[in-house]
């Protein structure tokens, strides 16, 4: 084939105390360019804040792991910024071009990882994000005659603001800082997050699994980022059939815990991926091609993204 479907895990693109954050490049998997899709990793320690950002790339956010994240994000074409709760099972859709920032108020690791399209990246296959203050931030880089004039800011604050921090992306903040963050809105995180873990199952299987889809039909702000989801979950070598999706979607799949198999066969019937899988692989699969989850001894759970709203 002319391109590999191999599982591949994250390599690190920054590790500092506050956190790391996690990328598959598409110059090492060449798949995720081909088929303009993407995605990273994001690990948060306690107190670790994620510094306010936008991306080139429309994604759905899964938390794999803590109890207390809180999220802030400026939607496109609104003014007020809205302030959300997050835990461990949750899923949030950021739409391109929506400003965020992530803060772990736990006292346990938040991680996330995000899976989205990449067709207004500027490196297809991968999410370019675009930060706003910091040693890599945008407002840093004008004069500080722009700085200042634009945001109403002395000399002082526009130093402050743009140059007082080393860490490019993640910052950990003091205790007494995180007394004055925002608290979220349960009404908001009710209309932007949705607990994929927690809700019915589309097909339960005793001892054997479950499959949950999601679409816009069920979570309309999911349809704001043109994509939809599954979720597989199978016990100790349970098998889910092989399936294909009828309209022209990628599917991207993230092996969240466990371990077990995949299989992928495509044109002319060939067997393209017959490969083991374990927490932290992602595999690419082609459209119209078809998969197969097989799970291994401790089972194997994983969540995916569809490329399409249905």
């Not at 809180?70 to 949030?92: A, F, H, R, S, W």
């Not at 799970?295 to 709203?309: K, N, Q």
């Amino acid at each position: 084939m002319e391109f590999e479907l191999e599982p591949k895990k994250a390599e690190a693109m920054s590790e500092v105390v506050g956190g790391a954050y996690y990328t598959w490049s598409s110059s090492e998997v060449p798949v995720l360019a081909k088929y303009n899709v993407g995605a990273g990793r994001l690990l948060l320690q306690p107190q670790g804040l994620a510094l306010p950002h936008y991306a080139d790339s429309s994604k759905i956010g899964f938390v794999i792991q803590g109890s207390d994240g809180i999220v802030g994000m400026l939607l496109p074409n609104t003014e007020k910024e809205v302030v959300v709760q997050l835990k461990k099972g949750d899923l949030i859709p950021v739409p391109i071009g929506s400003i965020s920032w992530w803060f772990n108020n736990g006292d346990s690791e938040l991680i996330i990882v995000f899976l989205g399209e990449t067709s207004h990246s500027h490196v297809p296959g991968q999410f370019s994000y675009f930060i706003l203050t910091g040693p890599m931030g945008l407002i840093g880089a004008f004069s500080n005659k722009v700085t200042t004039k634009s945001y109403n800011l002395t000399q002082n604050e526009a130093q402050k603001l743009t140059k007082s921090r080393k860490e490019p992306l993640i910052i950990k903040l003091q205790k007494d800082q995180t007394q004055i963050m925002p608290t979220p809105q349960m009404d908001k995180t009710k209309a932007m997050v949705y607990n994929i873990d927690g809700a019915k199952p589309d097909l339960e299987v005793k001892n054997g699994g479950l499959v949950k889809t999601l679409s816009e039909g069920d979570f309309p702000f999911v349809g704001q980022v043109g994509l939809s989801v599954m979720k597989v979950r199978l016990e100790a070598n349970a098998i889910k059939a092989p399936m294909y999706l009828p309209n022209p979607a990628i599917q991207v799949i993230y092996v969240s815990s466990g371990s077990g198999r995949i299989e992928i066969v495509g044109l002319d019937g060939k067997l393209v991926l017959d490969s083991k899988v374990e927490d932290g692989d992602l595999v690419v699969v082609p459209k119209f091609f078809v998969v197969a989850h097989i799970a291994g001894e401790e089972g194997m759970e994983c969540y995916s993204i569809l490329t399409t709203r249905k």
